[in-house]
């Protein structure tokens, strides 16, 4: 799904109006009627539901959802926080709900369901005097809030809070979701999102210039990769894994049985011969390519059977348990001189640091850093990268065109020219050691099957992130391990196949 600015979703109102001649006023019916629909499944009669309006076309909407609960006999009162200076269509559906005696309340009282329509895409600046009160008030009292569109005081491009904002268990968002709503702070503050369509030709959302989007269920659909009955191991790609250490044999192991439950046909590991033994055992699928080490890591003199290998295989992984001695970057340096699809994580990052800038043009090239890694990456302030990781990221991909930059956090981007993709998915349960291999084993596993960077790197994060929600169907936080989202990748897949996820 694209997502949208406040701004970008204002032009889309204007030329719904003007150009497809539909009525400001009808959208705000619309928009009135689908939050009646959706707020009505989850109250009942016996609720009682205060909606809060501000002076713009967000109240507006709360002035149309009041007459309406009103007409079907619920408990509603209204929280006019402004009578004067209303938009042209507020005061209309303001007026009518006043020719209808609808009951106005002077303050919060004994309501357990409070709607907020104060401030929509139109908040223009920080929050304060009466709104900020009546704001607060609503963070404090023990109703379940619900905001329309976006919750009041969040930034509708960005997430910020301006101030302060409603702290909304639901947010019902317009026509299409809004970018702040999935951006930190935004996200936290939004509670569970919905979508109301509210009839604005799906057109105009199509032609805006956005290249933001949700990393949503609808569009993994299409993207795994295809088999077929006439087919062999061959056909689903062959992925080497070049990592693993003494000290880190784990790392090697998750990531390539992640390679192989995504699908990749025929997978090596090339790795210090002395952990040889210990990764056979826990990746029964994998052939090997045992490489000279010193203290436990590989050394440059793996060069040489690397270089003959490489066009054997149809992507290599780098990076999972690899460490972090000087020679890594000779071994990371010849396989970016070849033209082998890559992928690059963990301490593989840490060897690309001085590299990068010598392959700019490096094609088939995904790097799947964390907040830190890609602050070290760039050398910009990890702190200025968590406040505005698209900014940070679309600036590094404009320089690295080719590369697929999976940025991780919790709310995860995948960044590739100017698009970006959100995952919203996951949960901190995957804040482990060796969730990261998993992942990269992943990207990796499916980028092997022929599929491109970018879809690999789409397919990959929801695949690792969705399975961890499965996971707290029967599992919490606190127990999840990196090893077990492999049970859920083949549900998702299945339901991926048979459209039934
Ligand atoms: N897009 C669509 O398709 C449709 C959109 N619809 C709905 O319209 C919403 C957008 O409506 P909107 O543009 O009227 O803006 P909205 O958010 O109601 O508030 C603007 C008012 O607040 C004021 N104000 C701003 N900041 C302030 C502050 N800090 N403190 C105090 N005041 C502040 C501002 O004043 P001003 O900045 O002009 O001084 C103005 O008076 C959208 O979210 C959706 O719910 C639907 O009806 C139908 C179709
Ligand atoms: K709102």
Redesign the pocket.
């Known amino acids: 799904m694209k997502l949208l600015s406040g701004k970008q979703?204002?032009s889309?109102?204007k030329r719904?109006i003007e150009e497809y001649d539909i009525p400001s006023l009808q959208?705000?019916e619309q928009?009135g009627t689908q939050l009646y629909y959706a707020i009505k499944d989850m109250v009942s009669k016996d609720d009682r539901i205060l909606i809060v309006c501000?002076?713009?076309?967000?109240?507006?909407?709360g002035y149309v959802l009041a007459r309406l609960f009103y007409g079907e006999g619920y408990q509603v009162e209204l929280l006019a926080l402004e009578t004067k200076?209303l938009?042209e269509?507020c005061r209309v559906n303001l007026d009518f709900c006043a020719d209808l005696h609808l009951d106005f309340a002077s303050e919060i009282g004994n309501h357990n369901v409070i709607v907020d329509a104060i401030?929509?895409?139109?908040?223009?600046?920080?929050?304060?005097g009466k709104?900020k009160d009546i704001i607060e008030k609503i963070n404090t009292s023990d109703a379940k809030v619900i905001s329309?569109?976006?919750p009041s005081g969040i930034n509708s491009s960005d997430g910020k809070v301006?101030g302060v904002a409603v702290k909304a268990d639901i947010t019902l968002t317009?026509?299409t979701a809004k970018i702040g709503l999935y951006l930190y702070p935004g996200r936290v503050y939004s509670g569970k999102i919905s979508v109301l369509d509210?009839g604005?030709p799906p057109i105009l959302i199509d032609e805006v210039n956005s290249n933001i989007y949700l990393s949503d269920k609808a569009m993994m659909k299409g993207l795994l990769p295809k088999r077929s009955i006439h087919s062999n191991k061959g056909t689903y790609g062959k992925i080497l894994c070049v990592g693993g250490s003494t000290k880190m044999s784990g790392a090697i192991s998750m990531a390539a049985i992640a390679a192989l439950r995504s699908g990749c046909g025929l997978l090596t590991c090339a790795i210090p011969e002395s952990i040889r033994s210990i990764v056979a055992t826990n990746v029964l699928e994998s052939m090997y390519l045992p490489l000279p080490e010193k203290d436990g890591q590989i050394t440059k003199e793996a060069t040489t059977v690397l270089k003959e290998q490489l066009d054997n295989y149809s992507c290599v992984l780098i990076g999972c348990g690899i460490g972090r001695s000087e020679d890594i970057v000779d071994v990371l340096q010849v396989i970016l001189d070849s033209d082998v699809p890559l992928l690059i994580d963990a301490d593989g990052l840490y060897a690309l640091k001085d590299l990068l800038p010598h392959y700019k043009h490096r094609e088939h090239l995904i790097i799947t850093p964390h907040m830190k890694e890609f602050s070290r990456l760039i050398n910009i302030d990890v702190d200025k990268i968590v406040d505005d990781p698209i900014k940070h990221g679309l600036q590094f991909t404009a320089e690295y065109p080719n590369i697929t930059l999976v940025l991780k956090s919790e709310t995860s981007f995948v960044m590739q020219g100017d698009r970006v993709y959100i995952n919203t998915y996951g949960n901190n349960g995957l804040a482990k050691g060796g969730s990261g291999d998993v992942l990269a084993g992943i990207i990796s596993g499916l980028n092997a099957q022929k599929q491109n960077e970018l879809e690999s790197a789409i397919l990959g994060m929801f695949l690792h992130a969705y399975s961890a929600d499965l996971l707290l169907e029967e599992q919490t936080v606190y127990s999840i391990l990196p090893s077990d989202l492999f049970k859920k990748i083949d549900v998702i897949i299945k339901g991926l196949e048979g459209d039934t996820l």
Do not use: K, P, W
């Open positions: 979703m204002a889309v109102d719904a959208l705000m928009a501000g002076s713009g076309n967000n109240g507006g909407d200076d938009s269509d401030f929509g895409t139109g908040l223009s600046r920080n929050i304060e709104y329309v569109d976006i301006l317009l026509q509210i604005i």
